[in-house]
């Protein structure tokens, strides 16, 4: 049983962003840092990758673990509306799965980079992760790590 009013329920999802997450910020910065430069949310592809890379032919998603129900800790199935929320989350996953099939299809390079794989209890090993993320990032644009999928 949902703890909120539809109202207040309806107001918190609204507020839930789907670009410019703190993530997603603290990746690009990180990557900006590194001297990459990169287009964000480029409608003309299919899945409005996070950020391209045309220079690399690559794009880089970086995705929510709830909102792609990721095999992590940070994934938990709502106890309320389970059908609902379940259909969801695999509609989310088989999408995902068709997007960066058919991105690899037309030559680019997908990374997945996941939320979890940047999150920690302190903002100094929060820091370390992102620069790690980064770094791995970066190896695989400069195709040190030469594979079409990648997810971190």
């Known amino acids: 049983m949902d703890t909120m009013t539809k109202e207040q329920r309806h107001t918190v999802m609204s507020h839930i962003r789907s670009s410019d997450t703190k993530p997603e910020l603290a990746i690009r910065s990180a990557l900006h840092s590194f001297g990459f430069r990169f287009r964000k949310n480029l409608n003309g592809l299919l899945g409005k990758p996070d950020m391209v890379f045309p220079k690399y032919r690559a794009v880089v998603f970086v995705n929510g673990c709830f909102w792609h129900a990721h095999d992590c800790g940070r994934f938990r199935l709502p106890k309320s509306n389970v059908e609902f929320w379940r259909g969801k989350f695999e509609r989310n996953k088989e999408r995902d799965r068709?997007?960066?099939?058919?991105?690899?299809?037309?030559?680019?390079?997908?990374?997945?980079?996941?939320?979890?794989?940047?999150?920690?209890?302190?903002?100094?090993?929060?820091?370390?992760?992102?620069?790690?993320?980064?770094?791995?990032?970066?190896?695989?644009?400069?195709?040190?790590?030469?594979?079409?999928?990648?997810?971190?």
Do not use: P
């Not at 980079?113 to 644009?141: G, H, P, T």
């Open 98 to 152: 068709r997007i960066a099939d058919s991105l690899i299809a037309d030559g680019w390079r997908v990374c997945v980079l996941w939320e979890c794989a940047m999150s920690a209890s302190s903002r100094k090993e929060r820091a370390e992760r992102v620069k790690s993320a980064a770094e791995r990032i970066s190896l695989w644009l400069e195709e040190e790590i030469s594979v079409q999928f990648l997810e971190i």
